[in-house]
């Protein structure tokens, strides 16, 4: 037998097994294990560079592959075929071999005849090689058997084919879903063509380079000393040649699929792009849409109070338009109305009304309508803090920090006012503001003038402003000045104010609380210590006025001055349940020459809880010591301080359930007083009040509410007195939107 092709023989096998076991190395992904099923195609794969692990150096097998994942793995399949036929030079030295080959071929024909006829097989060019020389057993069985390896290459090269059509179907499926994206951007067909090919090329380069690696044939060469490193590269190039031609018709048959994918691609790029005008006009009508909101609220009840014979209805509401005129204006139209059907001369009453534009021009703010007195702050102290049925307010910044506001309004048909203000911040610590107003009778020119200066700014975190204005409406003893203060460290905050104000000043008669001094002082703080918060405030009034202007220091005869104060704490703790702790006390001196304290003080204990069945109950005990003797008590004033002592003990039991997109409330609550009687007082009645409401929200914005109140007076002595019961309901309808 030729020597020549025994070591033919022997390095094919050799060759083979060795191709055969390369995808045994250790698993180059971190979560592949070497019992996984799917281990050796994809330590395979990843050996040929058709999939790469996450930077973490992970495969990820049971993530969805994405479609940018599925064009990899696709372009890096194709690349490896039509680049190596384009760009290698190994077909030529094949057919260099098969020539010098030939001649030892043909005189070996009647031999490989003779052999075709007792066993007619289809073999390979290396195979009949083998045959014409006549091998010998031992070399014919291991060609054989590596023949058998040969068949499971292949095998893996129909799960590559198979797997990339799964992987085209898959690029088809994330296609179809682009057409239920909004906005989508797909890259042309001649990109993807172009990338397609060049992953391609790069990879049949790379597996060439595989095939003949250098440490594969030193280790063929080193285990068979009989063959020479040139007879083992010629084995690796005709393996590379069959695998070359497997791969061909690889191509082709892609090449169809993928002008089919461009086709559809093309179609799904008109789809996309109509979807995007779609899509632009739907944002333009949105935008349009959105540059006008429309909001309110409407509200009707009916109700009869306690103490009260008759049942008033009311019908209330607020409309609000905002329109986005551009990207630097805002404007804002509302009205809010009250009506009264069963008051004869109060039937319909407009609360608030007008237009208000916003802007980040130099015209920051216009208002006209309905001009409230919170908005006349920058005028103050030189103008009255009244509500005006029909005005306007400005404000124009004229340059960074300067800043002009103007006001006209007027309150009924007789006369109107006049005010304008100019500020400038030189820094944050200073800032200087000018005032001045006038007022002007509906028929002649203006009068009462009042002019003022102030300064502002902010020092060390204390907030500051001064203001002095002057009443030009009389002569003398016709001004003010105002000094206030106001900071916040941490938890602490604090804030204090004085003003003196001479008698003939009528601009702001309300500034003091009492008419007849000239001097009035508040400060107040507030603090937390953990779940306790602590309040406090005091105000003095004094420096009675002068009663001779030609004497300052003679002062009519009463009293000098007053004191009031306040002070209240609470503290909130979990105890199985959440309990508060509260308490408050303030006192003030009556205004008369020999001055009396008046006290009130309150303790309080209450306990709430709601779970998550919608069941909320609690409970409060609490002690008033001279319980308020107005409705409407101002603590500064000790005429409005009782003398009456209260224990008030209330509970309350509520739930709430969701009906669907709706919600039913029912709460219930008992409130008992019971009288402290002091030395010298007379008996009075216990009462007991009970209360039951019940809402129903149809939506958030939807509420329908019923209540009922029924208030038991007790006699202390049941042999005199008598139990009276009285009745109180009410209903409503509130709508918002």
Known sequence: MNMKFKKFAL??????????????????FADVPADHWAYDAIVQLAAAGLIEGYPDGTYGGSRMMTRYEAAMVFARALQRLEGQIAAMDLLPELDKVKAELMAEIEAAKAAAAAAAEKQPVETTIVERVIVQEE?????????????????????????????????????????????????????????????????????????????????????????????????????????????????ELLINENRAMIAALSDWVD????????????????????????????????SLTGEKEIDKPEFVFTQTGKLNLNVKAS?????????????APQTEDAFAELNKYGVEVTSTTPLKRLLVGYVDKGNLSPFGYVLASNHYKFGGVAKVEIIDDLTLELFAGADDKTAADGAVALSYKFIPELGLKL?????????????????????????????????????FSQQDKNYIGVGTVKATFGDLSLDAKVAYQEKNYTV????????????????????????????????????????????????????????????????????FVPVTLSGE?????????????????????????????GLRYGVSAAYEHNAWAESKPNWKNAAHYGDKDNATFTANVGYGIDLSSAKFDVDYKAAFVLPIIKDGQTDRDYTLTHNIDLAYAFTKDVKLTLGGTVKQTIPKDANTGTLTNEFGYKAGLSVSF
């Open 508 to 575: 702001m008669s309300e500034l003091l609380d009492k008419g007849n001094y000239r001097l009035g002082v508040e400060g107040g703080l507030g603090t937390k210590f953990g779940p306790l918060s602590l309040n406090a405030r005091a105000y003095y009034e004094g420096l009675t006025h002068a009663v001779n202007d030609d004497d300052p220091s003679a002062v009519a005869e009463g009293p000098t001055g007053f004191f009031a104060f306040k002070a209240d704490a609470s503290a909130k703790f979990d105890l």
């Open 585 to 613: 006390v303030m006192g003030a001196q009556e205004n008369k020459v020999n001055p009396e304290t008046k006290l009130r003080a309150l303790a309080k204990l209450a306990v709430a809880q709601e779970n998550e069945l």
């Open 135 to 247: 091998l010998d057993e031992e070399a014919a069985a291991l060609v054989r058997a590596n023949q058998v390896a040969v068949e499971a290459l292949e095998g893996d090269m129909a799960y590559l084919e198979a797997r990339m059509l799964g992987l085209i179907d898959g690029i088809r499926y994330d296609l179809e879903q682009l057409k239920n994206q909004p906005e989508v951007e797909v890259p042309s067909m001649d990109e993807i063509e172009e990338l397609i090919a060049k992953r391609i090329e790069e990879a049949i380069v790379e597996a060439a380079a595989a095939a003949k690696e250098t440490t594969i044939i030193e280790r063929v060469v080193a285990t068979t000393p009989e063959l020479s490193k040139e007879d083992v590269e010629f084995i690796a190039e005709a393996l590379i040649r069959t695998q070359v031609q497997r791969l």
């Open 267 to 298: 179609e799904i790029d008109g789809d996309v792009a109509t979807l995007k005008e779609d899509v632009a006009g739907l944002k333009t009508t949105v935008a349009e849409l959105e540059k006008v909101q429309f909001s309110g609220s409407l």
């Open 327 to 339: 990207e630097a204006t805002n404007v804002k139209a509302f009205v809010d109305w009250k009506l």
């Open 11 to 28: 390095v094919l096998a050799i060759v083979l097994m060795a191709s055969t076991f390369t995808p045994a190395f250790a698993s180059p």
């Open 435 to 471: 005032k001045g107003a006038a007022h002007k009778p509906y028929s002649g020119m203006f009068e009462k003038y009042a002019a003022g200066i102030g300064l502002f700014g902010t020092v060390a975190g204390i907030e500051y402003t001064g203001d002095f204005a002057m009443d």
